[in-house]
DNA sequence: ATGAAGATCGCG
DNA sequence: GCGATCTTCATC
């Protein structure tokens, strides 16, 4: 149905841009996770925070450390990091080399349930061949391609969250350092014209507020997500 | 060497 | 609200 569909590809001279500006543009950009099988998992960026240079709450406040480095670098690459030795986050390395800063991808719309999930919990994979009834869809004009038998909700949530993202993309510290471009496990493709259009007839609209879990920069109003979206992490 | 804190999450 | 769980980094 939308084989014919180009998605054009965020190349990093885009990504280098200070990350207070990357940040709201990317939310309805599409984050591709591409695993080693040929799985691809895919997921609408809904919820973003921008981190930099002279930012008490940024990685590379301090100084340059062997865990930071990248993000001292250009923009375009990944930054990957272990939180509370539990969960992983995923930042898309933002603005020039030398200007050390980043874009958290908090939470994700997930495009496709990823087969592993499905594997893991039988309520969420589908019947061949049947043809259930959609539930009711979101309150944005996103809708999956599949039909869930697990409420709506609950799968609109599998990715709310920084943490839990990167659990149901299978993304870990394997991942840092690494360019988002097609030939490599993570890439970024730009808003399709019809998010766009949502974008530009209001029916999609973005709300800027402080970032969440943090001791330090917490007046800084770095963090974007879309309203009214049910995949955020919170709101 | 050592220890304190951490861009989280799910449970109660 | 709390604990899980372990890396990172600053300081001793």
């Known amino acids: 149905m939308n084989s014919i569909l180009t998605h054009s590809i965020v190349d990093a001279t885009w990504l280098s841009r200070p990350s207070p500006t990357v940040a709201p543009d990317l939310l309805g950009c599409t984050l591709v996770r591409q695993m080693p099988d040929g799985e691809q998992i895919r997921g609408l960026i809904v919820e973003t925070e921008a981190y930099a ?31 509370y030795g539990i969960y992983h986050c995923l930042n898309v390395v933002t603005d020039v080399d030398g200007e050390p800063s980043a874009v958290l991808i908090r939470a994700l719309q997930l495009e496709n349930i990823p087969s592993w999930i499905a594997a893991e919990s039988p309520s969420h994979s589908i019947p061949k061949g049947s043809n259930q009834k959609q539930p009711s869809p979101p309150q944005i004009v996103l809708n999956l391609p599949i039909a869930p038998s697990k409420p709506l909700k609950q799968i609109l949530r599998l990715a709310a969250g920084p943490g839990k993202l990167c659990q149901v993309m299978k993304i870990d510290r394997n991942l840092s350092g690494l360019p988002f471009q097609p030939d490599q496990p993570l890439w970024l493709e730009h808003r399709s014209s019809e998010v766009q259009a949502a974008i530009d007839q209001q029916a999609l609209e973005f709300v800027q507020t402080t970032r969440i879990g943090l001791t330090q920069g917490v007046e800084i109003p770095w963090r974007w997500y879309i309203a009214n979206c049910p995949a955020v992490s919170r709101f």
């Open 53 to 83: 240079a002279g930012d008490p709450a940024c990685h590379a406040y301090r100084r340059r450390t062997p865990r930071n480095t990248v993000m001292f670098g250009p923009g375009g690459n990944s930054y990957v990091y272990l939180i």
